[in-house]
């Protein structure tokens, strides 16, 4: 009987860490982050109800950005391989100043989903998707 009851216990065991590692493959959204540090990209997002879409090219260190006839270059660093910040080159107000924090949530075949904000306001920051155009 004892036994019989170690081997329940094995069964109910492996079933929960089975169940458990289930939930975590698909609560867990894998990130490949290295496919999109270079490349030309595209992107929308929605700001104060208004959808606004952007192109840029990006290699490790720099990113060109073409936006509403206007090219604008920036710095970019890599906090993690998921986390960069973003400083314009040559800014024009006081706002340009200001870095930007850009963090990688998810990617898959298409291109990345983003959540950006200005360094040291987390309480305003903003979701958008880029896709790899080339």
């Not at 400083?87 to 990617?107: E, G, H, R, V, Y």
């Not at 958008?128 to 080339?134: C, D, M, R, Y």
Request: proline share 1%; glycine share 2%.
């Amino acid at each position: 009987m004892t036994n019989l009851l170690t081997h329940m216990r094995e069964i109910k065991h492996f079933f929960y860490f089975s169940l458990l590692s289930f939930y975590l493959s698909c609560s867990i959204p894998e990130k490949n982050c290295n496919l999109y540090k270079n490349g030309t990209f595209e992107f929308t997002t929605e700001i104060n109800n208004e959808i606004i879409t952007s192109k840029f090219t990006r290699n490790d260190s720099v990113e060109i950005e073409y936006f509403q006839n206007k090219i604008d270059t920036s710095y970019v660093r890599w906090v993690s391989d998921c986390e960069f910040i973003l400083t314009k080159k040559n800014p024009q107000s006081i706002n340009d100043k200001k870095a930007i924090s850009m963090k990688i949530l998810s990617t898959d075949d298409e291109g990345y989903t983003f959540e950006f904000s200005i360094v040291g306001n987390n309480n305003s920051s903003f979701r958008g998707k880029a896709f790899k155009i080339n």
